[in-house]
Nanobody, 128 residues
Framework: QVQLVESGGGLVQAGGSLRLSCAAS????????MAWFRQAPGKDREFVAA???????????DYADSVKGRSTISRVNAKNTLYLQMNRMKPEDTAVYYC??????????????????WGQGTQVTVSS
């Protein structure tokens, strides 16, 4: 089993920044894809960003158009931790943010159904 625990959420003003963290424990592996999703009230869970192992200790990152250019996903395997740095935040970024792990090798999926393990979520609120 894998346990994922998010932290770093909170209240931030529009234009501000937050860094979310996701600590993984259990049977996790640095080659698995990991991702961030978010869910706003009354809306479906949506893809935010993902990081995929592409071999030789290299990773690729993918972003939703809504956060591209102002967000960075990263992972520190020695700490079993995934990060999401979000800058120039907007009120529409308000949501519960979840990290997820897909225990298949290959490019990360943008579909939540493809992920095997999820954290409990951390609330992010951006005030206007």
């Amino acid at each position: 089993q894998v346990q994922l625990v998010e932290s770093g959420g909170g209240l931030v003003q529009a234009g501000g920044s937050l860094r979310l963290s996701c600590a993984a424990s259990g049977r996790t592996f640095s080659n698995y894809a990991m991702a961030w999703f978010r869910q706003a009230p009354g809306k479906d869970r949506e893809f935010v960003a993902a990081v995929s192992w592409i071999g030789s200790n290299r990773y690729s990152a993918d972003y939703a158009d809504s956060v591209k250019g102002r967000s960075t996903i990263s992972r520190v395997n020695a700490k079993n931790t995934l990060y999401l740095q979000m800058n120039r935040m907007k009120p529409e970024d308000t949501a519960v943010y979840y990290c997820a792990e897909d225990q298949r090798f290959g490019k990360a999926s943008v579909y939540s159904d493809d992920y095997d393990f999820w954290g409990q979520g951390t609330q992010v609120t951006v005030s206007s």
